[in-house]
């Protein structure tokens, strides 16, 4: 039987991988906190601020944040939880309480992850602002994966270009072109400069309201908005590789912000591949709107919108009532899907 070598990208989950696995093994050899009922206070409500591998930060009514630990038999807490918590009689170990349990998330943002299964980033979002930027390239590829997952998740989405003023009249011209595909559609989308602050106001006021998600490749300018919103904050930023033209990842752990002027956003660590694998083929159409005012007419229920004749989408394209970019993109994830699966189930 052949041998099959290992890609680049496969190598580095797999280092990265034990690096955790190690990691997890040298934490719990650790002695942990032994939280007894007479070590505890009474349970209060509280709200996941910050997230790392093995504690949580979490802000109590009146603003105060306590770094907690969390109790074994709890499946999932991330940034954006209610959760009920109790506070330590006294500090131990730098810790001052535990978390007892996460109340019901009114949605949640998932990522695939190659070790771990769907892996959740955030809960209780109101809106996921996707940015992209000219550099290292505007990918409507991209974007449309991103929508896919809000979708799915019925969590309103707006598309943000970030660092427009490196684009020349026309190249500006062009952008627009390309963001006003998705306003067809009924997304909100918006042309800013973290840089220059162009329409900056424009994107405070939108996260005024609720709690907001930033999402998008390294690169793109996700901790300069964060620096630029909230300057005191000085979240660390990264240059783009001068080889690669891929940015390097600069945020470690996703953290929750409350805003100068109302609302709270969520900065989440980078994000360079967003695989859909996890999301069945039918989920992958049900993330393009504008697909389902034409699914259920094609001649063959099992069509695969492709050669299939007498296709419903593919007649919507021909009398341009689907972008033929959006179509083209949603048989690139289509296929991406089953290259990424296929190579998940390699490594494992």
Same mark, same amino acid.
């Given at each position: 039987?052949?041998?099959?070598?290992?890609?680049?990208?496969?190598?580095?989950?797999?280092?990265?991988?034990?690096?955790?696995a190690?990691?997890r093994?040298?934490?719990?050899?650790?002695?942990?906190?032994?939280?007894?009922?007479e070590?505890?206070?009474e349970t209060?409500?509280?709200?996941?601020?910050t997230?790392?591998?093995m504690?949580?930060?979490?802000?109590?009514?009146?603003?105060?944040?306590?770094?907690?630990?969390?109790?074994r038999?709890l499946?999932s807490?991330?940034?954006?939880?209610h959760?009920?918590?109790?506070?330590? %009689?006294e500090?131990?170990? +730098?810790?001052s309480?535990?978390v007892?349990?996460v @109340?019901?998330? =009114? &949605?949640?943002?998932s990522?695939?992850?190659?070790?771990?299964?769907?892996?959740?980033?955030?809960?209780n979002?109101?809106?996921?602002?996707?940015?992209?930027?000219?550099?290292?390239?505007?990918?409507?590829?991209?974007?449309?994966?991103?929508?896919v997952i809000?979708e799915?998740?019925n969590?309103?989405a707006?598309?943000?270009?970030?660092k427009?003023?490196?684009?020349s009249?026309?190249?500006?011209?062009?952008?627009?072109?390309?963001?006003n %595909?998705?306003?067809?559609? +009924?997304?909100q989308?918006?042309?800013?400069?973290a @840089?220059?602050g =162009? &329409?900056?106001?424009?994107l405070?006021?939108l996260?005024?309201?609720?709690?907001?998600?930033f999402v998008?490749q390294?690169?793109?300018?996700k901790s300069?908005?964060?620096?630029?919103?909230?300057p005191?904050v000085n979240?660390?930023t990264g240059?783009?590789?001068?080889?690669?033209?891929?940015?390097?990842h600069?945020?470690?752990?996703?953290?929750?912000?409350h805003?100068?002027?109302?609302g709270?956003?969520?900065?989440s660590?980078?994000?360079?591949?967003?695989?859909?694998?996890?999301l069945?083929?039918d989920q992958?159409?049900?993330?393009?709107?504008?697909?389902?005012?034409?699914?259920g007419?094609?001649?063959?229920r099992?069509c695969?919108?492709?050669?299939?004749?007498?296709c419903?989408l593919?007649?919507?394209?021909e009398?341009?009532k689907i972008?033929?970019?959006?179509?083209e993109?949603?048989?690139?994830?289509?296929?991406?899907?089953e290259?990424?699966?296929?190579?998940?189930?390699?490594v494992?």
């Open positions: 039987m052949a041998k099959h070598k290992l890609t680049q990208n496969q190598k580095r989950r797999i280092h990265s991988n034990n690096a955790k190690l990691d093994h040298r934490r719990q050899a650790k002695k942990e906190i032994d939280w007894q009922d070590m505890l206070g209060q409500d509280g709200i996941v601020v997230r790392y591998s504690h949580a930060d979490v802000e109590n009514a009146q603003g105060e944040i306590f770094r907690c630990n969390l109790r038999t499946s807490v991330v940034v954006g939880d959760v009920v918590w109790r506070k330590g %009689i500090q131990l170990q +730098g810790i309480g535990v007892e349990a @109340q019901p998330r =009114k &949605n949640e943002l990522r695939p992850d190659y070790y771990d299964g769907l892996k959740v980033m955030a809960s979002i109101d809106r996921i602002i996707i940015v992209s930027a000219v550099l290292p390239a505007l990918s409507l590829n991209i974007i449309d994966r991103y929508l809000c799915n998740a969590i309103p707006v598309i943000v270009l970030n427009v003023d490196l684009l009249d026309e190249d500006l011209a062009w952008a627009e072109e390309q963001l %595909i998705y306003e067809r559609l +009924g997304y989308t918006l042309m800013i400069s @840089q220059t =162009k &329409n900056m106001e424009k405070t006021a996260l005024s309201e609720g709690t907001s998600i998008g390294s690169g793109v300018g300069s908005l964060v620096n630029h919103i909230m005191e979240a660390q240059e783009v590789s001068a080889n690669s033209g891929l940015g390097q600069t945020t470690t752990s996703s953290r929750l912000y805003l100068p002027y109302g709270n956003l969520i900065d660590p980078g994000i360079r591949e967003f695989g859909l694998w996890h069945e083929p992958i159409t049900k993330g393009y709107r504008e697909f389902q005012y034409f699914l007419s094609c001649k063959f099992d695969k919108h492709l050669t299939d004749p007498e419903a593919r007649n919507a394209v009398q341009g972008h033929p970019i959006r179509f993109n949603y048989h690139r994830l289509i296929l991406s899907r290259e990424n699966k296929s190579q998940r189930h390699f494992e």
